[in-house]
């Protein structure tokens, strides 16, 4: 059972940055490829980035590609989301969450085995 806990969400006006962080308990988090969704109130939980086992890839969804960067360090059980030019309608609930698919699969959220508790990011207009 790997545990995930998520740091980092806040509130931000318009414009300004957060930087989301994922901590694994598990030792074999560097055998899991990582995700991060988010749920604003009403709508379903959706993709926003994701990245391989090795870090060797990334994807992310288009509405933040140029904003937000996913990142990894496997020494530290920890992925990391970057999350620049902030927008009202980045604001919901974001999940890490780590499982064991293919590179087309990581954008499902069937994908994934293990989710954290999810942290607020709250962007203000």
């Known amino acids: 059972q790997v545990q995930l806990v998520e740091f980092g969400g806040g509130l931000v006006q318009t414009g300004g940055s957060l930087k989301l962080s994922c901590t694994a308990s598990?030792?074999?988090?560097?055998?899991?490829?990582m995700g991060w969704f988010r749920q604003s109130v009403g709508k379903e939980r959706e993709f926003v980035a994701a990245?391989?086992?090795?870090?060797?890839?990334?994807y992310d969804q288009d509405s933040v590609k140029g904003r937000f960067t996913i990142s990894r360090d496997n020494r530290k059980n920890t992925v990391y989301l970057q999350m620049n030019s902030l927008k009202p309608e980045d604001t919901a609930v974001y999940y890490c969450?780590?499982?064991?698919?293919?590179?087309?699969?990581?954008?499902?959220?069937?994908?994934?085995?293990?989710w954290g508790q999810g942290t607020q990011v709250t962007v203000s207009s």
């Open positions: 969450a780590a499982g064991i698919a293919g590179w087309d699969r990581l954008r499902a959220v069937n994908s994934y085995r293990y």
């Open positions: 598990d030792g074999t988090f560097s055998s899991y490829a």
């Open positions: 990245i391989t086992w090795s870090g060797d890839n990334t």
